[in-house]
C-alpha cells in the first residue's frame, strides 16, 4: 500500500499499487509525484520506486477504480516561476541601487553633508552620524551589497530552472535581509513565498 502528495498538497492513500498504475497511466500522477510506502516514514518520488517504472508511458484505460476529482500530478516548474521571478526582481533592483550608491561614491557624491535647516533636533546626531558612515564606507557596503544581490539573481534563474536547491534556499533567505537585498523590505513577502514552495516535498523532490 502507497500514500500519494496530490498537486493540492492532500494525501491520499493508503492506496494499492494497482491503483497507482491506473493513476499513472490517466496521467493523473507522473514521475515526480511524491509517494511513501505504508511502512516507510520517507518520501521519494514515484520515479524512484523500481516497481512502478513500467507503468509511465502507457496507454490510459477506462479506470473502475474511485480517484481524486482533480489531477494529482504536479508541475514543480510553474509552481516555482512566481516565486523566482519575484527573487529575480529583488536581486536586480538591489544590484541598480548599489550600483547608482557606489558611483555617487566614487563621484565624491556623498560626502558628509550639513544638516538641513529645520530638521528635528532629536534626530541630527543620528543624520550626522549615517552621513559619515556613507562617506567613509558606502563604497565598500555598496560593493558588498552587489556581490549579494548576483547571489539572488543566481538563485532565482536556478530556481526556475529547478537546480542548486541548496544555493536558491541561501540566495532567498538573503533576499529577505534588509540589509543585505538591497531593496529594503521588497524581498521579504517573495522570500516567505518562495521558501513556502521550495520547501513542499514534490518541488523538493524535483531539484537537481
Known amino acids: 500500500m502507497y500514500f500519494i502528495q496530490g498537486a493540492d ?7 494499492t499499487a494497482e491503483q497507482l498504475r491506473q493513476w499513472i497511466s ?23 520506486f523500481p516497481e512502478f517504472a513500467a507503468a509511465f508511458g502507457a496507454v490510459p484505460a477506462a479506470s473502475t477504480a474511485p480517484s481524486p476529482s482533480a489531477p494529482l500530478g504536479s508541475d514543480p516548474a510553474s509552481e516555482v516561476r512566481g516565486p523566482a521571478i519575484g527573487i529575480l526582481v529583488t536581486g536586480v533592483l538591489g544590484a541598480l541601487l548599489s550600483l547608482i550608491g557606489l558611483v555617487m561614491n ?11 535647516p529645520g530638521f528635528p533636533e532629536q534626530y541630527r546626531q543620528m543624520f550626522e552620524s549615517y552621513m559619515k558612515f556613507v562617506e567613509q564606507y558606502g563604497s565598500v557596503s555598496n560593493v558588498l551589497v552587489l556581490a549579494l544581490s548576483a547571489v539572488t539573481i543566481l538563485a532565482g534563474v ?11 534556499m541561501t540566495g532567498v533567505i538573503l533576499s529577505m535581509i534588509p540589509c543585505c ?28
Not at 529594503?184 to 518541488?203: H, K, T, Y
Open 9 to 15: 498538497q492532500k494525501q491520499y492513500g493508503p492506496i
Open 158 to 168: 536556478r530556481m526556475m530552472q529547478l537546480r542548486s536547491h541548496g544555493l536558491v
Open 26 to 48: 490517466e496521467n493523473r500522477l507522473n514521475r515526480t509525484s511524491p509517494c511513501r510506502a505504508e511502512a516507510e516514514e520517507t518520501w521519494k518520488t514515484l520515479g524512484d
Open 106 to 116: 566614487l563621484a565624491g557624491m556623498n560626502k558628509a553633508q550639513e544638516v538641513p
Open 181 to 208: 537585498s538591497g531593496c529594503c523590505c521588497l524581498g521579504l513577502p517573495f522570500g516567505i513565498w518562495a521558501l513556502v514552495v521550495l520547501n513542499r516535498p514534490s518541488v523538493k523532490a524535483s531539484f537537481r
